[in-house]
């Protein structure tokens, strides 16, 4: 197994690396402002009004999620903290929703001992609309780590360990527009895979696609290495194709964010780990939109601990792209890279101050970009930089900008302690079969049967190197089929959501044996065989 080291820059290989780049960095009059004291950086998005919403977390093993609304120069105009300050309150990510509201996917330990994944809906103003925790009280920890609106105005969580199989440990929620859960998807890799962990996912007009990171031997050997590994599925969840990059040609990695060009290729950012070497070095691996690998090219050569965390289109061609490197184990370089899309560095910059990693950029709607990251000289503080297109530091605006339009009230800066709603049945069609099974009795059956539809419905996918499973907690309706052993259909019938049972008078029906199938979405979610006497 890849086992990662903490690298020590010596400072002459740190000295000669600054100099080979020099030219290509840029220095400019810093656009620099902090937020804290006591959180950490985790998301900036651009809001509707121009302004910027930063997702924090106080650091420590309890305290708050952290929302920060500021205006186009960075200045904060009112802050929202979500918690108690007692549970851990774990923030990840926030998206601005269709509404121009905000969502935010995170983890809690309010409803028990263990940490739950949490779904989360403030409006426009800044108030809670609704909360909903994926409750798991069998799975010491899970985490919500990646919330994204759909087109049909619902969300999808990116999930790990969400489910009592420890080897599904890559999950796909999809919620309504008031939480309410609709379907979970599991992914596993085949037997040789092991330790996937996902990353990120990209919502599409046709088709999601998820990257994680997973271990994976090379031919011959035993053990595993990182390897990229993505998903493509459909807008239901079911897996189209998979990727496990670098089988074939030993390349070892970890990927963290991945960005789609128009013609739905796609390009994950991480780091390439040198077989041999303690370098790590920031890379771009590039995938087809057929799910076939294509290439990867490291943004920087002989590096120790470096990656790239974020980025975003510069224009069709061009990317910008927020990583950085080691300078000894407690502290790193943060740059930004100008690349084109064959991972070629055009330019650069490092930022003022020595953090922990750049945590996300976010393109704004000027062609310029903001950056978030963690500042701990001593005690940690949110760090936001913002540049132009020229990898300059930006300059202050000076013109009005209107915000928060959309509310009929200034917003108040307060503490939101929320109450979620509890989605307790999550683990049940995994560790309980029978919640998804058909069941019909008496059976053998000579007159009455009874038919019982199952709680949740399950479709397994075991085609190529990784197998899924959808659980379905919503739907409209079933139809319940029955064939005799010639294949010839002699009932169907239309079960809605709520109906949980039927009776059937097969008393007048010829002896023999019957196939029930229970379908949705044309396919068979559950079945049963019923000999008539």
Same mark, same amino acid.
């Given at each position: 197994m890849n086992q990662k080291n903490s690298f020590f820059t010596p400072m002459r290989k740190f000295l000669l690396i600054l100099f080979c780049f020099l030219s290509l960095f840029s220095s400019a009059q810093q656009w620099m402002k902090t937020y804290g004291p006591g959180y950490w950086a985790d998301w900036v998005i651009e809001y509707y009004d121009k302004g910027y919403v930063i997702l924090g977390t106080k650091s420590g093993s309890a305290g708050y999620c952290w929302v920060i609304k500021t205006d186009i120069n960075g200045n904060m105009l009112w802050n929202k903290k979500i918690g108690n300050g007692i549970d851990v309150m774990f923030g990840n990510n926030i998206e601005q929703t269709t509404d121009n509201g905000l969502i935010i996917a995170g983890t809690t330990s309010k409803y028990g001992n263990q940490q739950d994944a949490y779904i989360l809906k403030l409006n426009s103003c800044g108030n809670l609309e609704w909360c909903s925790d994926i409750y798991t009280p069998t799975i010491p920890w899970d985490l919500g780590w990646r919330v994204k609106p759909t087109s049909d105005n619902g969300y999808l969580l990116l999930g790990l360990y969400n489910s009592p199989n420890e080897n599904l440990r890559t999950n796909l929620f999809k919620f309504d527009a008031l939480g309410n859960l609709l379907w979970h998807q599991a992914y596993l890799p085949d037997s040789a895979a092991f330790e996937d962990d996902a990353q990120d996912i990209l919502v599409n007009s046709s088709s999601y696609y998820i990257t994680a990171v997973v271990y994976y031997p090379d031919p011959?050997?035993?053990?595993?290495?990182?390897?990229?590994?993505?998903?493509?599925?459909?807008? %239901?969840?079911?897996? =189209?194709?998979?990727?496990?990059?670098?089988?074939?040609?030993?390349?070892?990695?970890?990927?963290?964010?991945?960005?789609?060009?128009?013609?739905?290729?796609?390009?994950?950012?991480?780091?390439?780990?040198?077989?041999?070497?303690?370098?790590?070095? /920031?890379?771009?691996?590039?995938?087809?939109?057929?799910?076939?690998?294509?290439?990867?090219?490291?943004?920087?050569?002989?590096?120790?601990?470096?990656?790239?965390?974020?980025?975003?289109?510069? @224009?069709?061609?061009?990317?910008?792209?927020?990583?950085?490197?080691?300078?000894?184990?407690?502290? %790193?370089?943060?740059?930004?890279?100008?690349?084109?899309?064959?991972?070629?560095?055009?330019?650069? =910059?490092?930022?003022?101050?020595?953090?922990?990693?750049?945590?996300?950029? %976010?393109?704004?709607?000027?062609?310029?970009?903001?950056?978030?990251?963690?500042?701990? $000289?001593?005690?940690?503080?949110?760090?936001?930089?913002?540049?132009?297109?020229?990898?300059?530091?930006?300059?202050?605006?000076?013109?009005?900008?209107?915000?928060?339009?959309?509310? $009929?009230? /200034?917003?108040?800066?307060?503490?939101?302690? $929320?109450?979620?709603?509890?989605?307790?049945?999550?683990?049940?069609?995994?560790?309980?079969?029978?919640?998804?099974?058909?069941?019909?009795?008496?059976?053998?059956?000579?007159?009455?049967?009874?038919?019982?539809?199952?709680?949740?419905?399950?479709?397994?996918?075991?085609?190529? $190197?990784?197998?899924?499973?959808?659980?379905?907690?919503?739907?409209?309706?079933?139809?319940?089929?029955?064939?005799?052993?010639?294949?010839?259909?002699?009932?169907?019938?239309? =079960?809605?959501?709520?109906?949980?049972?039927?009776?059937?008078?097969?008393?007048?029906?010829?002896?023999?044996?019957?196939?029930?199938?229970?379908?949705? @979405?044309?396919?068979?979610?559950?079945?049963?065989?019923?000999?008539?006497?």
């Open positions: 011959g050997q035993g053990g595993g290495w990182e390897r990229f590994y993505s998903i493509c599925t459909d807008t %239901a969840g079911n897996k =189209i194709w998979s990727n496990i990059y670098g089988l074939t040609n030993y390349y070892h990695g970890f990927p963290s964010t991945t960005l789609r060009n128009n013609k739905g290729d796609y390009y994950s950012f991480g780091c390439h780990d040198i077989n041999g070497t303690n370098y790590t070095d /920031p890379c771009i691996v590039k995938v087809l939109s057929d799910g076939s690998s294509s290439y990867n090219k490291d943004i920087l050569t002989n590096v120790y601990g470096g990656g790239i965390g974020t980025g975003d289109w510069l @224009n069709e061609n061009t990317l910008i792209l927020g990583g950085g490197w080691a300078l000894n184990a407690n502290s %790193a370089v943060d740059a930004l890279f100008e690349t084109d899309t064959l991972g070629n560095l055009l330019q650069s =910059i490092i930022l003022d101050t020595i953090s922990t990693g750049i945590t996300n950029t %976010a393109k704004t709607f000027d062609n310029k970009f903001i950056s978030i990251a963690t500042d701990c $000289p001593t005690t940690c503080h949110i760090v936001a930089y913002k540049v132009n297109s020229d990898l300059q530091y930006d300059s202050v605006y000076t013109r009005h900008f209107t915000y928060d339009s959309l509310c $009929p009230h /200034p917003v108040v800066s307060d503490t939101i302690d $929320p109450v979620c709603g509890l989605i307790v049945n999550v683990e049940e069609p995994f560790s309980k079969p029978e919640t998804r099974q058909l069941k019909v009795f008496p059976n053998p059956a000579s007159g009455m049967l009874t038919v019982i539809f199952p709680q949740y419905l399950m479709v397994s996918d075991n085609n190529g $190197p990784v197998k899924s499973k959808t659980v379905y907690h919503q739907w409209k309706s079933t139809f319940l089929e029955i064939y005799n052993l010639n294949g010839e259909r002699l009932f169907q019938k239309e =079960i809605p959501k709520d109906q949980t049972r039927l009776e059937l008078d097969v008393s007048s029906w010829p002896k023999g044996m019957y196939l029930f199938r229970l379908i949705y @979405n044309k396919q068979t979610v559950a079945g049963e065989k019923v000999i008539i006497k």
